[in-house]
């Protein structure tokens, strides 16, 4: 795992891969542990390519105190953020942010706290020193294709505001929007009730 991991950070020396592309393959590397372990399962089916490419959006840390996230994340990286009622949102440029979530932000997310939620998107109780979930956004992204697609292989999704949720086969809360939307703190869309 080390040389692959090398071989990307050289990349990205190089100019051959985006921050974006870095962030989201140490994203990969930590959500997966090692490459063996996947290379032991056995194939899924494959669904057909999307028409564009995937890009890592965001990834949401569940934290205990906002502020001093901030302020770690500012010291140390230089990064400023913007709050909105939902979610706090760290720039790490190229339309890739971290969003920081505590409990009380979780809370006003009323599709992982009605009665009605699905069981994987009910992350209200879950501790902070997490990463809560993370949003893939896709060029030409087909909602409804995609859709099919997880749910043929036995995944359930859950369509909000035209994010599609799931979860991975661990669990983890994986978000999916296309690369047209603008998040609450980009700009002056309406909010999606997402983070």
Not at 140 to 149: I, P, Q, S, V
Request: contains cysteine.
């Amino acid at each position: 795992m080390s040389r692959e991991l090398d071989e990307i950070f050289e990349g990205y020396d190089r100019g051959q891969v985006s921050r974006r592309d870095l962030l989201a393959a140490v994203v990969s590397f930590v959500a997966l542990g090692t490459g063996r372990a996947g290379a032991e399962s056995p194939p899924a089916p494959a669904l057909p390519p999307s028409p564009g490419r995937t890009h890592l959006n965001h990834v949401n840390l569940r934290v205990a105190d906002v502020q001093r996230s901030l302020q770690f994340y500012h010291r140390f990286f230089g990064l400023e953020m913007t709050s909105t009622p939902t979610y706090n949102a760290l720039d790490c440029g190229g339309g890739t942010f971290i969003s920081l979530q505590t409990k009380a932000d979780i809370d006003k997310e009323t599709f992982r706290t009605s009665a009605g939620a699905v069981e994987w998107a009910r992350t209200p109780a879950e501790a902070p020193g997490m990463i809560e979930h993370f949003c893939l956004e896709v060029d030409d992204f087909d909602l409804d294709a995609t859709r099919a697609g997880l749910q043929e292989a036995g995944h359930e999704t859950v369509e909000v505001y035209g994010n599609l949720l799931t979860a991975d086969p661990d669990g983890v809360l994986v978000q999916i929007v296309d690369s047209e939307l603008v998040f609450t703190h980009e700009g002056p869309e309406p909010p999606t009730d997402e983070g």
